[in-house]
């Protein structure tokens, strides 16, 4: 599916971090669609897909982040209309995650936990680019 005009764009991240005993990634849970997924959202007129996926990832899950590798895009729909994502692999600088309408729950887990508590396919595969990736060494 081409990323033209008439698609949504959105942008987002595989939020991460590296405790004492392993790298974690940020898996969020929406109530809206009952779904565990990787924080995203749309661009607001006149953002970057970078600058809506820092943007994003900080509103959902209460994180600043520094932007690492491109992972890619995905396409899908989304009530009928084509739908386009570019992420990056995003290293949590400081934060604290905060329920909010949007998210409702925040999970750090290792990378082959996040892998099976994700909703989506297509989350999953982002997930494995990152992985291959091996952006936190």
Excluded at 4 to 10: D, E, H, P
Excluded at 42 to 62: I, M, N, S, W, Y
Aim: aromatic share 8%; net charge negative.
């Amino acid at each position: 599916m081409p990323s033209g005009s008439s698609a949504i764009q959105a942008a987002g991240g595989v939020l991460w971090r590296a405790d004492d005993d392993a790298r974690r990634c940020a898996v969020i849970h929406r109530p809206k669609y009952d779904d565990w997924t990787l924080p995203k959202g749309k661009l607001d007129p006149g953002e970057t897909h970078e600058q809506a996926a820092v943007r994003e990832v900080h509103e959902e899950t209460g994180w600043r982040a520094e932007v690492g590798v491109g992972l890619g895009e995905v396409h899908y729909f989304h009530n009928g209309r084509p739908k386009t994502v570019i992420y990056w692999a995003m290293q949590a600088v400081d934060g604290r995650f905060q329920p909010n309408d949007e998210v409702d729950e925040l999970r750090w887990m290792v990378p082959d936990l996040a892998r099976a508590l994700l909703t989506y396919d297509r989350d999953r595969e982002v997930l494995d680019r990152f992985l291959a990736a091996d952006v936190a060494g």
